[in-house]
């Protein structure tokens, strides 16, 4: 039997156990739990807007080991929009990194990383910090930059994005591409960003240097493709 990890969830941030408590919007979300947390039933919190932007666990897992392709000299991790902490709690889990850096605005959304860091007996490897990516750049981790690999899995602006045949990253709410692009790359050389599996390759390859090689690395499950990521910087992922 599966125990529930201890503290209460503030308002806004819930467990459900039951398919009768699941607004409709996120019932298909739900149904696939174990698979986006295979540890769902020890007490993962979760927001309902949270369900729409989570990595599956067997994707962050392959994400984290893709990452950590970067160069050793690159020792700290930045995740720039953790979320509920899939995505963190991979890079926490691969070993790979001196210091992990969460970053989430969303106060319900960081509580609910941070719960879910407990879950998976990874807390004590990350620091949290609450705030927009961009300030935090800018200041709080301005330091730690160059050492530093930036992960960014941006809000893609809800599941419209899926409506697209070829998406446009120029449009991509409430983040382009390249306010991403610029924002990362102007203080890091190695950055990974997760974007919609329908994205316009043309935009992306337009960020790629001259004499670098750009990775774009489709993630699939059951033979679907759920994401993309793609690498920029000197990492060895093929």
């Not at 991979?90 to 509580?111: M, N, Y």
């Not at 960014?152 to 446009?168: H, I, K, Q």
């Not at 992306?204 to 920029?232: N, P």
């Amino acid at each position: 039997m599966a125990t529930v990890a201890a503290g209460v969830p503030p308002e806004g941030v819930h467990h459900y156990d039951n398919a009768g408590d699941v607004p409709f919007e996120i019932s298909k979300y739900w149904h696939q739990r174990h698979k986006i947390f295979s540890k769902y039933d020890d007490g993962i919190w979760m927001t309902d807007d949270a369900w729409f932007g989570v990595t599956p666990e067997p994707v962050a897992n392959k994400i984290a080991e893709h990452v950590a392709s970067a160069p050793k000299s690159k020792t700290t991790l930045i995740d720039a929009f953790a979320g509920a902490g899939g995505n963190t709690i991979a890079f926490a889990l691969s070993g790979r990194w001196s210091q992990i850096f969460a970053v989430e605005k969303d106060p319900k959304a960081l509580a609910c990383a941070k719960h879910n860091a407990e879950v998976y007996g990874v807390s004590n490897k990350i620091w949290w910090v609450e705030g927009d990516i961009f300030d935090a750049l800018n200041r709080k981790l301005k330091s730690a930059l160059k050492k530093a690999v930036v992960f960014g899995s941006p809000p893609w602006g809800g599941p419209t994005y899926a409506d697209f045949e070829v998406y446009d990253l120029s449009v991509m709410q409430p983040y382009s591409l390249d306010r991403l692009y610029t924002a990362f790359s102007r203080q890091c050389t190695d950055v990974v960003l997760y974007l919609p599996r329908t994205s316009d390759l043309r935009q992306l390859t337009q960020h790629a240097k001259e004499d670098q090689k750009l990775e774009v690395v489709h993630y699939c499950m059951q033979g679907a493709s759920k994401a993309l990521c793609v690498y920029l910087g000197s990492f060895a992922v093929g």
